[in-house]
């Protein structure tokens, strides 16, 4: 089990750290360049999400994110303590936004990961659980 945690302000300057961040560490495991773009990508999606809908980009609120690699399974862990999401189902609908965006987050986080859990209530913050499983390199 190796772990990492990462607190950091609410500005979209920093979603490039983050996702590099977890990129980096999933390549501790020397996992192919396809997962490693396939991370970056969710975490992208997951980070944004945080900052522009759960914090309205306040930068002086705080996103959590844990990377756990057990093996070569990868755990990503976005949490905000922001406005929350009153109707799940309705915000993992393809195409479903609530600010005009193209709605296609959580369609992308699903589509490329192993398993997606949303745990989420109106004013009480969002915690996503992403599994992926990893490719080792030349096995
Ligand atoms: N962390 C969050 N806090 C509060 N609401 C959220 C959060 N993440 C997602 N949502 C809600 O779920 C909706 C769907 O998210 P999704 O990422 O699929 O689309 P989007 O962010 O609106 O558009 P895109 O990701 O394509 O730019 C959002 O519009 C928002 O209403
Ligand atoms: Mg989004």
Do not use: P, W
Not at 9 to 26: C, D, P, Q
Not at 60 to 68: A, D
Not at 120 to 133: E, P, Q, V, W
């Amino acid at each position: 089990m190796n772990k990492i945690e990462i607190k950091f302000n609410a500005t979209l300057e920093n979603e490039a750290v983050i996702r590099n961040t977890i990129g980096l560490f999933a390549a501790t495991i020397n996992c192919t360049i396809e997962d490693i773009i396939d991370i970056k990508t969710i975490v992208s999606e997951a980070v944004s999400n945080a900052i522009i809908h759960g914090y309205e980009q306040d930068k002086e609120k705080e996103v959590l994110v844990t990377g756990i690699l057990n093996d070569n399974e990868l755990i990503i862990i976005v949490k905000d303590d922001g406005v929350g999401i009153d109707n799940i189902a309705e915000a993992i609908r393809v195409n479903y936004s609530s600010k005009n965006r193209s709605g296609l987050g959580f369609t992308i986080i699903k589509s490329l990961s192993d398993d997606l859990q949303i745990k989420s209530k109106k004013d009480m913050g969002t915690k996503l659980i992403i599994k992926k499983i990893l490719t080792i390199k030349g096995q």
